[in-house]
């Protein structure tokens, strides 16, 4: 449908193809469509399912490392771990705000997450085991979502462009740390060696599903293409992620769970075995590892915020008064 | 759509004290104090700000140059003139930032007045908001607020020498 001409997209979407026509120009002149702009309503619906999507990744996100603070090994680890989930929270604020500039609400979405209809990232629905783990999502995890966010921050509509300039620049302190992290406990005693091996072993498959379905089996990615906020697809990103990750991995010594993996001479790629994608649509459909007990840390947090979002209201109640 | 939510406010921030003031997004608060320690917690997580403002995002009106182009021109109407700060967004990427003030009557008759004013600026679209509007953050407090950001020189990705780290592995390994 996505390859076809303005004037059947624009019967099928029921939009006026003039108006239709005008949009898809201004984005092939990579001009930024604004909240005040006119916008096909599907294009709207696709962004507000994007942005809330990522919005609540980043709130759960915080959740699989923040576990860990209290138990960081050292005083500069902590401090950075307290830094990487003050910004996860941040960086949740900044794409709610994305998205309300859309005309979503904060309440429609958070109950949306609550009530376990919203969709998060998968990735955060495996635990986090050791302390090694917080090296393997910095370097991993943060780094496969690097490559979507760069993506993301050349997108055509321009609040989400903006906020992902920002969360880029912020989410390369998150994959260095990791990076660094994994780098030195690689070199480091065999107790040591025997936990990064072990992480990255439990890491490597989920973050390789953490760009979604294979193209063919992508259903949003032809008019996310099409109407610039995807430029690029799942499997473009899935494969730089690996040609950039596993020689980085193997020049630490550390050995992929995928006895497949080879290096393709004639592309220059390397080639991993098949993804179990069984495993990723039982995560996504809430049967992963730990999805109940995510879901119960956010509403027991936002349970517990509940008295200090009545009292902010009422000292501004009586503040007016006065 | 029922809307309970608390108000939005917008988000301006001074990364220097040679700096514009730009917006850098929105908070949800209850009150302008609160939304000025939002902002703070959210926006100035860095080392970049030395003042931060809110205001109610109802305050500002926006103008673009295609709504210029379409509307006639507002006349200065006699009436209680105040002061208003003066913003344009200049490209698409850009955040908007300040370029003065300007005292008028209404918002509409400000952008006439900004126009007017700022002859060699043609920003994509002007924001007028009443300064009487506007929260600032103290400068008294200035040090509380955004000093300690500064020292937390572990948020920089400079920190970390990955590559070079990365390089020596390598060198060792062709060694070995």
């Given at each position: 449908m996505y390859?076809?001409?303005?004037?059947?997209?624009?019967?099928?979407?029921?939009?006026?193809?003039?108006?239709?026509?005008?949009?898809?120009?201004?984005?092939?002149?990579?001009?930024?469509?604004?909240?005040?702009?006119?916008?096909?309503?599907?294009?709207?619906?696709?962004?507000?399912?994007?942005?809330?999507?990522?919005?609540?990744?980043?709130?759960?996100?915080?959740?699989?490392?923040?576990?860990?603070?209290t138990k960081?090994?050292?005083?500069?680890?902590?401090?950075?771990?307290?830094?990487?989930?003050?910004?996860?929270?941040?960086?949740?604020?900044?794409?709610y705000h994305a998205a309300e500039t859309l005309g979503a609400t904060r309440e429609e979405m958070l109950d949306a997450l609550l009530d376990g209809k919203a969709k998060y990232s998968s990735i955060f629905n495996y635990h986090t085991t050791t302390w090694a783990d917080n090296g393997a999502i910095g370097w991993l995890v943060d780094g496969a979502a690097i490559l979507n966010q760069t993506m993301l921050a050349r997108c055509s509509y321009g609040p989400y462009s903006r906020a992902m300039v920002r969360i880029c620049m912020e989410e390369n302190f998150h994959r260095k740390q990791g990076q660094e992290m994994i780098i030195l406990y690689s070199q480091g005693t065999p107790a040591q060696r025997a936990m990064v091996q072990d992480a990255i072993t439990r890491w490597w498959w989920p973050t390789l599903m953490m760009f979604g379905p294979h193209d063919a089996d992508s259903p949003n990615s032809g008019v996310l293409i099409r109407w610039g906020i995807k430029?690029?697809?799942?499997d473009e990103l899935r494969q730089e992620f690996i040609n950039?990750?596993?020689?980085?991995?193997?020049?630490?010594?550390?050995?992929?769970?995928?006895?497949?993996?080879?290096?393709?001479?004639?592309?220059?790629?390397?080639?991993?075995?098949?993804?179990?994608?069984?495993?990723?649509?039982?995560?996504?459909?809430?049967?992963?590892?730990?999805?109940?007990?995510?879901?119960?840390?956010?509403?027991?947090?936002?349970?517990?915020?509940?008295?200090?979002?009545?009292?902010?209201a009422a000292y501004a109640a009586k503040s007016q008064i006065q | 759509m029922t809307d309970t939510q608390w108000p939005r406010y917008m988000v301006f921030q001074q990364e220097g004290p040679d700096q514009p003031v730009v917006h850098n997004g929105t908070v949800h608060a209850p009150d302008a104090e609160l939304a000025m320690l939002n902002a703070r917690d959210v926006f100035v997580r860095r080392p970049e700000a030395v003042a931060l403002w809110v205001v109610p995002a109802d305050a500002i009106f926006t103008q673009t140059q295609e709504e210029l182009a379409k509307n006639e021109l507002a006349g200065e109407a006699s009436g209680y003139r105040v002061e208003y700060?003066?913003?344009?967004?200049?490209?698409?990427?850009?955040?908007?930032?300040?370029?003065?003030?300007?005292?008028?009557?209404?918002?509409?008759?400000?952008?006439?007045?900004?126009?007017?004013?700022?002859?060699?600026?043609?920003?994509l679209w002007w924001w007028v908001l009443p300064i009487s509007a506007v929260r600032k953050s103290e400068s008294t407090q200035a040090e509380s607020m955004f000093l300690a950001a500064r020292y937390k020189t572990f948020k920089d990705q400079a920190e970390y020498p990955v590559v070079s780290m990365m390089r020596q592995l390598r060198d060792k390994g062709k060694l070995g």
């Amino acid at each position: 449908m996505y390859g076809a001409d303005v004037e059947q997209i624009a019967i099928q979407l029921n939009e006026d193809p003039q108006k239709l026509a005008d949009f898809e120009a201004r984005i092939a002149r990579g001009e930024k469509i604004e909240p005040g702009d006119w916008m096909p309503a599907e294009y709207r619906r696709q962004l507000i399912r994007m942005i809330s999507q990522h919005a609540h990744s980043e709130v759960v996100g915080m959740l699989p490392e923040g576990a860990w603070i209290t138990k960081a090994p050292s005083l500069r680890r902590k401090l950075i771990l307290l830094a990487k989930v003050q910004d996860e929270a941040g960086h949740g604020q900044y794409l709610y705000h994305a998205a309300e500039t859309l005309g979503a609400t904060r309440e429609e979405m958070l109950d949306a997450l609550l009530d376990g209809k919203a969709k998060y990232s998968s990735i955060f629905n495996y635990h986090t085991t050791t302390w090694a783990d917080n090296g393997a999502i910095g370097w991993l995890v943060d780094g496969a979502a690097i490559l979507n966010q760069t993506m993301l921050a050349r997108c055509s509509y321009g609040p989400y462009s903006r906020a992902m300039v920002r969360i880029c620049m912020e989410e390369n302190f998150h994959r260095k740390q990791g990076q660094e992290m994994i780098i030195l406990y690689s070199q480091g005693t065999p107790a040591q060696r025997a936990m990064v091996q072990d992480a990255i072993t439990r890491w490597w498959w989920p973050t390789l599903m953490m760009f979604g379905p294979h193209d063919a089996d992508s259903p949003n990615s032809g008019v996310l293409i099409r109407w610039g906020i995807k430029t690029r697809t799942n499997d473009e990103l899935r494969q730089e992620f690996i040609n950039q990750l596993v020689p980085d991995l193997q020049a630490c010594g550390i050995v992929l769970p995928d006895p497949d993996l080879h290096y393709d001479e004639a592309s220059k790629n390397w080639r991993t075995g098949p993804i179990d994608w069984d495993e990723f649509w039982a995560v996504l459909k809430g049967n992963g590892p730990a999805n109940a007990e995510r879901m119960a840390a956010r509403r027991q947090a936002h349970a517990d915020g509940q008295w200090v979002r009545e009292a902010a209201a009422a000292y501004a109640a009586k503040s007016q008064i006065q | 759509m029922t809307d309970t939510q608390w108000p939005r406010y917008m988000v301006f921030q001074q990364e220097g004290p040679d700096q514009p003031v730009v917006h850098n997004g929105t908070v949800h608060a209850p009150d302008a104090e609160l939304a000025m320690l939002n902002a703070r917690d959210v926006f100035v997580r860095r080392p970049e700000a030395v003042a931060l403002w809110v205001v109610p995002a109802d305050a500002i009106f926006t103008q673009t140059q295609e709504e210029l182009a379409k509307n006639e021109l507002a006349g200065e109407a006699s009436g209680y003139r105040v002061e208003y700060y003066v913003f344009g967004k200049f490209a698409q990427q850009a955040q908007c930032r300040q370029i003065g003030q300007v005292a008028a009557s209404s918002p509409q008759t400000a952008v006439q007045a900004a126009i007017a004013a700022f002859p060699d600026q043609q920003p994509l679209w002007w924001w007028v908001l009443p300064i009487s509007a506007v929260r600032k953050s103290e400068s008294t407090q200035a040090e509380s607020m955004f000093l300690a950001a500064r020292y937390k020189t572990f948020k920089d990705q400079a920190e970390y020498p990955v590559v070079s780290m990365m390089r020596q592995l390598r060198d060792k390994g062709k060694l070995g």
